[in-house]
């Protein structure tokens, strides 16, 4: 449903600074499977899902939805045209809702912009709220009325009373007590289930991306370094950032997790500024070789689906 041939997005800071946040990102997701995108802070990941469905302007490489090249910017007719296939659901469910709209024009102004009678967007917006589990009686209140949890489900509603196909979740849960990431993840993979929805997955929680995710894919400094199946990347990750960032992932078991050996990425993520050639991650790696520091490692199929950007494999 969604390809990506080595995508770009590049940010001018300065007269002769650039800041690399999506620096040739090339997968594909395939229909009603969700891929999971996981790394740190700074990683790109969000970037990514911003500039593939036109939130950022792309600054090169192609990026394809059915097979439809996806244009580089967004005019307003190409955002219209494609809200309703391609949404997003946004990381800060308190920034993200108009605390001047009431629940209905937020949850329902996609439809009227597409010239829906106020009575059916009444009717939807009463439907969809149910169906994320809130009330209909929701409808006239403001966001300020509710909970984080509660904002986040208005936002879920939001994107999906268009009825679109791929859905960008960045970093739905991040922002949620742990007691609600559960539900809120579980309504996700509900609606995936019942609508046959794509979701891009953007988290840093590993393993709620595990459970949640049918593939997984790990991005460092603007980069992919490993994809593959879920269970595959997360059990038997081959990419040193791979493996440090699953052994660094919390057990969810007291017991177990204070027998686990102590392991940590050394180090800060490098500056995305002005970047050179070589691996990216070759000033924290643990196995880094000379010539990590200047030849680029390309993406290696190491088995079926997995694939690591690493001389390892090479
Ligand atoms: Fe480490 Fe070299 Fe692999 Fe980069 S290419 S992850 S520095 S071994």
């Known amino acids: ?53 036109g939130l950022h302007e792309r600054t090169a490489g192609a990026a394809f939805y059915r097979g439809e090249p996806l244009p580089a910017r967004f005019t307003a007719r190409d955002h219209l045209k494609y809200s309703t296939d391609l949404q997003m659901i946004f990381q800060d469910p308190y920034a993200s809702l108009n605390p001047r709209m ?27 709220l149910e169906r994320v589990g809130l009330h209909p009686d929701h409808m006239s209140r403001y966001p300020h009325e509710f909970s984080g949890g509660q904002r986040q489900r208005i936002g879920i509603a939001r994107a999906m009373i268009i009825e679109p196909t791929f859905v960008v979740c960045d970093e739905p849960i991040s922002a949620l007590d742990v007691s609600v990431q559960a539900q809120v993840v579980n309504l996700l993979q509900d609606l995936k289930q019942s609508l046959g929805l794509t979701l891009l997955f953007i988290a840093h929680d590993l393993s709620m991306v595990r459970y949640i995710s049918d593939r997984m894919a790990v991005m460092y400094l603007g980069t992919l370094v490993e994809s593959g199946p879920s269970n595959a990347v997360f059990f038997e990750p081959k990419h040193p950032y791979t493996q440090l960032l699953i052994a660094s992932n919390p057990e969810a078991d007291p017991a177990l997790e204070r027998t686990k050996p102590t392991q940590y990425i050394a180090g800060e993520i490098t500056s995305p500024i002005n970047l050179g050639p070589g691996c990216r991650f070759a000033d924290r790696c643990p196995s880094v070789m000379s010539h990590c520091h200047n030849e680029t490692p390309t993406p290696t199929i190491i088995a079926t689906d997995h694939q690591v950007a690493c001389h390892l494999y090479q």
């Open 102 to 128: 009431t629940v209905l024009d937020i949850i329902g102004e996609g439809l009227a912009l597409k010239g829906a009678p106020r009575s059916d967007i009444q009717q939807r917006v009463g439907y969809w």
């Open 1 to 53: 449903m969604i390809k990506t041939i080595d995508l770009k997005k590049h940010f001018v800071i300065g007269r002769k600074q650039t800041l690399h946040a999506v620096d040739g990102i090339s997968l594909e997701i395939a229909e009603n499977e969700i891929l999971g995108l996981v790394g740190e802070s700074g990683s790109g990941k969000s970037t990514f899902g911003k500039t593939l469905i």
